[in-house]
């Protein structure tokens, strides 16, 4: 009898392209997104790069044709799949093989047993098969209960994030962490110098999340044993429930969580705590793309001495961490930063010690001197000197 984890990714992709075989001929205008490599590898969630070895194999067996077709919300025509009727034919077979398994099926607490063929129906269209194959692929009982599917309000557990009250720039940056979410790469690591806003930037990211649990640890205060203890109690908040789980199953659940873990201030770290994430980068190796909803977002400086780095170029160029580096902020956005429009001359300078620093313009417009002198190599006299030069108003 067939097993639900033994079906493979072409027979998926056949199953799920059956259901938009009336398309083919239907000539009203655009068609949509999901017969399009980009569709199949969302709805799927199949990397692209997958998605089209999967197409090029089907169509060369000819269970599958390419058409080019103009597509809603796209401007130029895209590759369109459509099953062949060798295709259909194969799918009606699978179908058939698969009518053999059996899922425990609960609905408002009354359980039924049915076949996996037969859950869309039953479930008015809320569950296809393949979606009831992917939740019993993992479970040791075939048994699928609505309650548990149905979406909670996300656990978010924020409270050291920073307060964001102003920030100046960073668009670009922002929209690289969004197009992340989307991506197949599980780390993002956000570097700076000391001071150019990591944690800043990823508090103002996670205010416009939206449906993902969120859990920020700031590693300047945790233990391991700290750390562990926060992502299992995230996890049963998560799951409703008290596990007790160790770490390592612990991160196992997380891991097909659509969850979002941040780190922040990974600088100057124990060896403890770059053992336990390169440990996690480990794990997310070790399961496939599929099945990877966890993401974890780190901020750090630049130039994070090798012994204390969890990852190296090679899984940057695996896929497996992106890596968002913080400029200095442009003139303007410095200019922001110290409030009132400051004469060229005077912004020149300050751009010339601040290094476009966002904490160091901020100290300097607070008129912080003494902070300035702990943290900068600068002489009294310069500190003294900037704090003229930023009274120097435009008129
Ligand atoms: N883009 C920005 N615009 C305005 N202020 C900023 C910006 N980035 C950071 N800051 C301010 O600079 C200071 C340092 O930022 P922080 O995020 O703590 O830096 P990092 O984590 O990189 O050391 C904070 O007071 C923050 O409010
Ligand atoms: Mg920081």
Redesign the pocket.
């Known amino acids: 009898m067939v097993k639900p984890s033994s079906i493979t990714y072409k027979q998926k992709v056949l199953i799920y392209l059956d259901r938009f075989s009336n398309l083919e001929n239907d000539d009203r205008g655009e068609k949509p997104e999901d017969i399009t490599q980009k569709g199949i590898a969302e709805n799927l969630n199949i990397s692209r790069t997958h998605v089209s070895r999967i197409v090029k194999k089907l169509n060369e067996e000819g269970s599958l044709k390419e058409k080019k077709e103009s597509v809603k919300g796209h401007h130029k025509k895209l590759k369109t799949y459509y099953l062949t009727s060798q295709g259909i034919k194969k799918v009606e077979r699978l179908l058939s093989e698969l009518s053999e398994i059996k899922v425990d099926l609960v609905i408002d607490s009354e359980e039924k047993e049915l076949s996996v063929t037969k859950i869309e129906e039953e479930t008015d269209g809320e569950i296809d098969a393949l979606t009831a194959l992917h939740l019993i692929e993992d479970s040791k009982d075939n048994r699928i209960d609505m309650e548990e599917l149905t979406p909670k309000e996300p656990v978010v557990s924020t409270e050291d994030a920073?307060k964001?009250?102003?920030?100046?720039?960073?668009e670009e940056e922002l929209k690289e962490m969004k197009d992340w979410l989307e991506e197949n790469t599980p780390v993002m690591a956000v570097l700076?110098?000391?001071?150019?806003?990591?944690?800043?930037?990823a508090s103002k990211f996670i205010d416009d999340v939206e449906g993902m649990h969120i859990l920020w640890i700031d590693l300047k205060k945790v233990s391991v044993q700290d750390l562990e203890d926060k992502l299992s109690t995230f996890l049963d908040k998560i799951e409703n429930q008290e596990a007790d789980l160790d770490v390592t199953d612990t991160i196992d659940e997380l891991l097909n969580k659509y969850a979002l873990l941040i780190f922040d201030?990974y600088q100057e770290v124990q060896d403890e705590i770059v053992h336990f994430l390169s440990r996690l980068l480990q794990e997310f190796e070790n399961v496939s793309e599929g099945k990877r909803s966890l993401k974890v977002m780190i901020?750090g400086r630049v130039g994070t001495p090798f012994y204390q780095r969890f990852y190296q170029q090679e899984q940057i160029e695996r896929g497996l961490v992106k890596e968002v580096k913080?400029s200095p902020?442009n003139k303007d956005?410095a200019q922001?930063?110290i409030g009132d429009e400051i004469k060229e001359d005077a912004m020149e300078r300050i751009m010339m010690f601040t290094k476009g620093s966002?904490?160091l313009?901020?100290l300097l417009r607070e008129g912080k001197e003494e902070e300035l002198c702990q943290i900068t190599p600068w002489e009294k006299e310069q500190i003294s000197l900037l704090m003229y030069l930023k009274t120097k108003r435009k008129e």
Do not use: C, F, M, Q
């Not at 964001?164 to 960073?170: M, Q």
């Not at 700076?192 to 930037?201: D, E, K, V």
């Open positions: 920073h964001v009250e102003e920030i100046y720039g960073r700076g110098r000391r001071g150019s806003g990591a944690s800043t930037l201030d901020t913080l902020l956005d922001r930063i966002p904490l313009l901020k």
